[in-house]
Every structure is written in C-alpha cells, then in structure tokens.
C-alpha cells in the first residue's frame, strides 16, 4: 500500500543538539510539506517542496532545516536554535503545489525535551 | 492568516446534525477540510474550489461562499465514527499553500 511514513514516532532531544525526523512517501507526489501541531492548535507549515532539490519557508522556519535530494524523501532537522521544539511534527505529500490536489498525511513524530 | 473556526467544540448524540464553519478575512481560491483523530494523523475530507459548489460524501458535505469567503462543513445523523478534530484549510489566490484553522472537537456520544 503507498503512504507516507514517518519515524521515529517518538524523539527526545537534549538542549544544544539537532535532531532529524525522517519521512519517506512511495505515493510519487512530488509535493512534500512540514507541519507542526501544539497541543489544542492548528497545523503550522514550517517547510513545503515542490520538487526534487527545491524548497521553501513555510510561516515558522526559523530553527529548522530541510532537504530534498529524492522525490521519496523531505527529512526535517530541528537545530538548536529551535527553542520550544516540543511540538507534535507532521510530514504530508500532495501530487503537486496545487489547492485541487488533497494532501496525505504521514503517522507524526512527537517530539520532546530532555 | 489563519482562518476562524466556530464552535471551537460541540457535543452531540448519535444521528443528531452538526455544523462547521470558516471563516476568512482574505479572499479565497479553495478549502480543504480534514479530520483528525486523536493521536493520528489527519484524514482528507474535500476540497471546495471557488465557484460556490457543495460537494459531498456520504453524510457529509460542505459549502464555499466565496464572497463571504467562509465555507461550512455539515454532518447529517452523526455517527461514533464522526469523533474528532476537523480542519479547514485555506488557500489565498495564489499562495499555493494551506493555512489551517485552529480546529472543532466533535464528540459523539451514544
């Protein structure tokens, strides 16, 4: 079955250290994004990519990094500028950058301070 | 900018009728609406484009009144399954991004 997967469900960082969530996708949409969700609020974008080796800030990109080498694949790092990283991290994809196009969501990682 | 959503919770019995609206200060191109349960990830519902449609699936559907920017989502005889946080997200013309409302918890309750 395609879909998104997301891992480690589980992350707890230590003050001063990045940390990389990984999500994969076997859908072949060449849209990625980043969401974050705290407790009680909406998805914020943090990142999105349009395509392979291309990709843009979201509305709270500060702190984080991206990269997209593969179509597959769009992991996020929380660097230690991030502050408050404790938050509820998803990973969706969408057939392409267009408001006709449903996005699928990754399982989430939830993400924790040490 | 985040789109307004109302209520923030409702609580209902088995097969009574719920209504969610969003609203928007910006001008819209589309509306996607998504489900979440708790813990998981959320779940597509539709997407409504400019133009004023209703779309529909099953018991559930939803409206776009692109002039007053807002849309409704509308659950007729909920069922257990209904349970959940629903999302709007809304897309300005031409920003190729969703932005999500803060959510409405629905409980059903037998």
């Known amino acids: 079955d395609g879909g998104i997967t997301q891992s480690p469900k589980y992350l707890f960082r230590k003050e001063g250290q990045n940390v990389t969530l990984s999500c994969e996708q076997n859908?072949?949409?060449?849209?990625m994004y980043w969401y974050r969700q705290d407790p009680g609020q909406g998805l914020r974008l943090i990142y999105y990519?349009?395509?392979?080796?291309?990709?843009q800030k979201g509305d709270i990109a500060e702190g984080y990094s991206v990269s997209r080498e593969k179509k597959e694949s769009f992991p996020l790092t929380v660097t230690s500028a991030q502050k408050n990283p404790t938050a509820f991290y998803l990973c969706?994809?969408?057939?392409?950058?267009?408001?006709?196009?449903?996005?699928?969501f990754g399982d989430g990682t939830r993400l924790s301070i040490l | 900018q985040q789109p307004v959503q109302s209520p923030q919770a409702v609580i209902l019995r088995e097969g009574e009728d719920a209504v969610i609206n969003c609203s928007s200060s910006?001008?819209?191109?589309?509306v996607h609406w998504y489900r979440q349960k708790h813990g998981e990830a959320p779940v597509f519902l539709m997407i409504?484009?400019?133009?004023?449609e209703q779309k529909g699936h099953e018991k559930i559907s939803a409206s776009f009144n692109e002039k007053k920017q807002q849309s409704s989502l509308y659950l007729t005889a909920s069922q257990l399954s209904y349970s959940g946080t629903y999302f709007c997200?809304?897309?300005?013309?031409?920003?190729?991004?969703?932005?999500f409302g803060q959510g409405t918890r629905l409980t059903i309750n037998p």
């Open positions: 969706a994809s969408s057939m392409i950058v267009y408001s006709n196009q449903p996005q699928h």
């Open positions: 409504l484009l400019k133009g004023g």
């Open positions: 997200g809304t897309e300005g013309q031409g920003a190729q991004k969703l932005v």
């Open positions: 859908l072949n949409h060449d849209a």
């Open positions: 910006k001008a819209l191109y589309s």
């Open positions: 990519s349009q395509i392979v080796n291309d990709f």
